[in-house]
């Protein structure tokens, strides 16, 4: 089993900045890809970025030169750093990862942190 953690978020005006991070404890030996995928109300969860292990990234479209993630393998801690916040930023971010090495979805889930974007 692996735990996570996620931490930061919060309230921002449209074109901010706010940063979350997300780390990892349990069996950490089995974590490759570690990810962000975010859902709005009423809407369903999707894709945000994600790194490996050995930090190859991918990210939505719709973040694309705006967010970044990486990550600290030493402190099994992933990072997401938003800048140029949206009103459609606004959401539930959930910190994802498991054992795959593609840029799908694994088995665990952080518990969520809400970021808030003010137009």
């Known amino acids: 089993q692996v735990q996570l953690v996620e931490s930061g978020g919060g309230l921002v005006q449209a074109g901010g900045s706010l940063s979350l991070s997300c780390a990892a404890s349990?069996?950490?030996?089995?974590?490759?890809?570690m990810g962000w995928y975010r859902q709005a109300p009423g809407k369903q969860r999707e894709f945000v970025a994600a790194i490996t292990r050995g930090a190859r990234t991918n990210y939505a479209d719709s973040v694309k030169g705006r967010f970044t993630t990486s990550r600290d393998n030493a402190k099994n801690t992933v990072y997401l750093q938003m800048n140029s916040l949206k009103p459609e930023d606004t959401a539930v971010y959930y910190c994802?990862?498991?054992?795959?090495?593609?840029?799908?979805?694994?088995?665990?889930w952080g518990q969520g942190t809400q970021v808030t974007v003010s137009s």
């Open positions: 349990g069996s950490i030996n089995i974590i490759n890809t």
């Open positions: 994802n990862t498991g054992p795959q090495i593609a840029f799908t979805p694994g088995p665990y």
